[in-house]
């Protein structure tokens, strides 16, 4: 049994706040015609579901709804397969709760 | 401001780095502290358990002003198969004692208030900055650090780097490894709010009593995982966490781990109704004693979690944060107060000063145990609890079946499962990796 489709990430995603720096993403995907092993385990680790495949089968990132939390780095850096920061200070995810 | 030069530069403002600041000005040196998010906690995701002992080492009357949840009268523990828990459950009324020992936190919270208490101590207190990179001079000893606010450098006599598990700048910097995807967990979390008068009828609690559950099992479906349950006064936080490694391996999903730890038959009843009003994730690290860096250097120390000091078989991390950040700042003021540089030699005082800390202490104790859950995993997470739960079914249901004959059914389910070489093994290796 694996990914529950019935899950809405983006559902959970809607409580969070986030100050978007917008055109300016913090992660980025190095660019590839067939992805690693690595990125596309990233389809499935990456709690906020920040990656995706595209029409060519291309894992693609999208860092608006991004918790922060560095998983993908820890996955996909090694290989140089994306590259990662933290957004400039103040944006990015906004805790209320934490 | 840019041209000032500090005594030193705390980088993050979460339990290390407020520690690590407020020793610091309290002793009168001259601290910038830099923190990225917009206020000091809103970058923060813990449990969340805060241990009194190391907190009143750093603000001796905390319990008057701090926001704290609920004091901790009751800890459970679940092994839990698919259908049902097997549990410990320890509670006493000595817990509340006049100056209790552990309290549930909010972590945005709690870390806005410990920021306001390192301001009045005197620093200087810079949040939405994120420092890029660590300022070196052509000898290669850390001078200050670049920020993203300002263009130019900030010059300290040595940076206190409490930047969190993920550790980026000491990475960049070449000062110590990324975490590895064994080393380090990741944990997936929500805050589910309830009326309090319902909390404390689910959970038989009563005023600010608090109580947490730790669960372990098939919940982390063969994963080195495990659960959590914190009840706050006004909601529950619930997550559940496992290696970063293991989600690579298996391609579970964290939102599915978690959704399918909230369907549980002995949690949902705990959290029917509630409003979530966050998710949030975080990584943990997990390597123990043999994952700890190179703790100091030329011109900067690191402490927390950002050292990876954090004991995972107690689920203690923000205590032996505090610790590192209060011993490094001691260490530092020592060195300041004798006239000595910080070099790396003179900076070697604060790892002396750790290996002879509990922080240390505890993290040499089960120095084996990381290795020893992850390469095991599967039996520990998921053949034992639901053999366990078996056990047990057989000892409580009354069917008519002789009790011999049920112990032998159990036994015999154990042996089958893991051999008894197998069984000897794990209960060898689990004891020698305790002791
Ligand atoms: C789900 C979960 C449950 C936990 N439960 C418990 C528990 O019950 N009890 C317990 O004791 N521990 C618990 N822990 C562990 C505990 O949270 C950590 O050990 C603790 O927060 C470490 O403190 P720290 O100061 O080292 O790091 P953090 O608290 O992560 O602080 C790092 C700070 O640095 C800032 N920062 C990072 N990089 C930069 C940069 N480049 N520029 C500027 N600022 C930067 C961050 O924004 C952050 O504020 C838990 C952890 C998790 C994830
Ligand atoms: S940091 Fe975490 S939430 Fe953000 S993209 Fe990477 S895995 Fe996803």
Redesign the pocket.
Known sequence: MNAEPSVRVEDKLYYNRYLVDVGRPHVKVRAHTTPSPQLLALLKACPARCYELNDKGQVEVTVDGCIECGTCRVIGEPTGDIEWS?PRGGYGVLFKFG | MIDERFDAIV???????NAAALTLAKRGMKVLQ????EY?GS???????L?ADMMEKLIPDFRDEAPLERHLVEQRFWMMDDRSHLGMQYRSEDFNEERPNRYTIIRAQF?KWFSSKVREAGATVLCE????ELARDDRGRVIGVHTDRRDGEIHADVVVL?????G??GTRAGLRARPEPDKVAL?V?EMHFLPRETIEARFNLEGDEGLVIEAAGTISRGMTGMG?IYANKECISL?I?CLVADFQRTGETPYGLLDHFKRHPSVAPLIAGSEVKEYSA???PEGGYKAIPQLYGEGWVV????AQL?NAVH???????MTS?RIAAEAISQLKSRGDRMTAKNLSLYKKMLDDSFVIKDLKKYKDLPTLMHTNSQNFFLTYPQLLSRAMQNFVRVDGTPKAEKEKMTLKSFVKARSWTGLFGDAFRFARAWR
Do not use: C, P, W
């Not at chain 2, 830099?34 to 998010?37: A, F, Q, Y």
């Not at chain 2, 402490?303 to 950002?306: E, V």
């Not at chain 2, 689920?315 to 944060?321: K, Q, V």
């Open positions: 933290y | 980088v993050g403002a979460g339990m290390a780095g830099l923190e990225r998010g000091a970058k923060n995701v813990q449990g969340a358990i241990y870390d900055t994120t420092v890029t409490a930047e969190g598990v993920n980026l700048l944990a979390k959590f997550g966490g975080h990584l943990i402490a927390g979690d950002a954090n689920r203690e991390g923000s205590n032996l944060a950040g």
